[in-house]
């Protein structure tokens, strides 16, 4: 059974503020009743004990706080997948934009699992730029990004350079 929220404090831009809520997590789901305009979907951006903030995907636009009821999923967005779906077109919360049905009936997280950092290969082809502080910190490996962090003024670019020679 799904308890519905009606103590909704405060709607500001995109978000909603709701009182009193036991067991919500952050990324939770959340549906948004709508009285006379249906059913919305959100996600809880932030808990500080019993208050939980939750960004609205569709809009607050038509809702007040005597009309807006609030159901916590307790599980995060979760989008069906197949190969049945190849070649449709969704919105960003993985519903059909082409009215026709889902075909899939098992869904996935989209967060995925974590990987194991113990069962990743050992990197081997190792290259040194003869700059100290990213050989001996940040060793880099071939083919992987190595991001340069620099303030204004700051030579960035001849440290790009010496990397490439």
């Given at each position: 059974m799904k308890i519905k929220y009606l103590n909704v404090k405060k709607i500001e831009g995109p978000l909603i503020i709701v009182d009193g809520v036991k067991d919500a997590s952050f990324d939770e789901m959340v549906e948004i009743e709508v009285e006379g305009q249906g059913v919305r979907k959100g996600k809880v951006v932030?808990?500080?004990?019993?208050?939980?903030?939750?960004?609205?995907?569709?809009g607050t636009s038509g809702m007040s706080l005597d009309n807006?009821?609030?159901?916590?999923?307790?599980k995060p967005l979760e989008i069906p997948l197949s190969k049945d779906?190849?070649?449709r077109v969704f919105n960003g919360i993985g519903e059909p934009l082409d009215g026709a049905p889902l075909f899939s009936a098992k869904k996935y997280d989209i967060h995925g699992r974590p990987m194991n950092p113990v069962a990743r290969l050992y990197p081997r082809n190792f290259i040194q730029t003869g700059i100290s502080a990213i050989d001996g910190l940040t060793?880099?490996?071939?083919?992987?990004?190595?991001?340069?962090?620099s303030g204004d003024g700051l030579p960035h670019n001849e440290l790009a350079a010496q990397i490439v020679r």
């Open positions: 932030q808990i500080d004990r019993d208050k939980a903030i939750i960004q609205v995907y569709e807006t009821r609030i159901s916590f999923t307790g779906i190849l070649g060793t880099l490996i071939r083919g992987q990004k190595l991001p340069i962090f």
